[in-house]
């Protein structure tokens, strides 16, 4: 299975840093390389993610799991999870006051193994990804 994190710490308390990860209709301001993001984060949802480079096409993505304000995870990919992405989210509250961001992505399915092969490494969208969270959250 491949799988690409990132994280971060965050001058901020979880609460803080959750208003702005589960504000869909905000992720264009801040989060590099999304168009727009449509639909609630809740439990068993379906979000609509439209990227910077292919702002007309969507991508379905579930909330599969949401525990406020410390985790959730987004899944998306092909049908009967041949080739699917579990992404986890999770803020952990660290003794100095800060929120530890931490992002993973894992993927899985049968076409893994071909399709997995041809995936970019996206550590350095998942680490822009954070430090524009970061940026937006200590404003």
């Known amino acids: 299975m491949k799988t690409f994190s990132a994280r971060i710490n965050i001058a901020c308390p979880p609460d803080v840093i959750w208003s702005v ?11 590099t390389g999304i168009h727009r993001l449509e639909g609630q984060f809740a439990q068993g949802e379906v979000l609509q993610l439209f990227t910077q480079s292919k702002p007309q ?20 990919g092909l049908p009967l999870n041949l080739f699917r992405g579990d992404r986890t989210i999770t803020l952990t509250p660290q003794p100095d006051g800060t929120t530890e961001f931490y992002m993973t992505e894992v993927f899985s399915g049968v076409l893994e193994p071909l399709l997995g092969r041809r995936l970019p490494d ?9 430090a524009s969270l970061k940026q937006a959250c200590e404003r």
């Open 21 to 31: 990860l589960t504000d869909a209709n905000r992720y264009s301001e801040w989060a």
């Open 57 to 76: 096409r969507s991508m379905a993505l579930t909330v599969k799991t949401l525990v406020r304000p410390k985790t959730f995870t987004l899944s998306g």
């Open 122 to 130: 996206l550590t350095p969208s998942f680490e822009e990804f954070a």
